[in-house]
């Protein structure tokens, strides 16, 4: 089992930038995708990026192309997901997760994440 631990999540202006961390601990595997989703009020969960342990390989969704980052820290088991260009529509908590199916092709079904983290809120103000 994997935990998860994320943070950074705040009150920011449209137009501006945020950076979530997700700190992991337990076992890990470099087959594993780690995966940031988002649920706002309301909605239901929704995949916004993701990308493997092992050669960082990539995947967003596409309201996330060109405006967020998903990277990650092998050395200190972080992933990040960096937000620029924020907007009200992007306001909501944020989750990382763990997909340790160790498939080649990522997934944007949460139902395919195993662990989850506590999440963390994000507002965009007008």
């Known amino acids: 089992q994997v935990q998860l631990v994320e943070s950074g999540g705040g009150l920011v202006q449209a137009g501006g930038s945020l950076r979530l961390s997700c700190a992991a601990s337990g076992r890990t595997f470099s087959s594993y995708a780690m995966g940031w989703f988002r649920q706002a009020p309301g909605k239901e969960r929704e995949f916004v990026a993701a990308?493997?342990?092992?050669?960082?390989?990539?995947s967003y969704a596409d309201f996330a192309k060109g405006r967020f980052t998903i990277s990650r820290d092998n050395a200190k088991n972080t992933v990040y997901l960096q937000m620029n260009s924020l907007k009200p529509d992007d306001t909501a908590v944020y989750y990382c997760?763990?997909?340790?199916?160790?498939?080649?092709?990522?997934?944007?079904?949460?139902?395919?994440?195993?662990?989850w983290g506590q999440g963390t809120q994000v507002t965009v103000s007008a």
């Open positions: 997760a763990v997909d340790s199916r160790g498939y080649v092709v990522f997934s944007a079904n949460s139902a395919n994440y195993d662990s």
């Open positions: 990308i493997k342990w092992s050669g960082g390989r990539t």
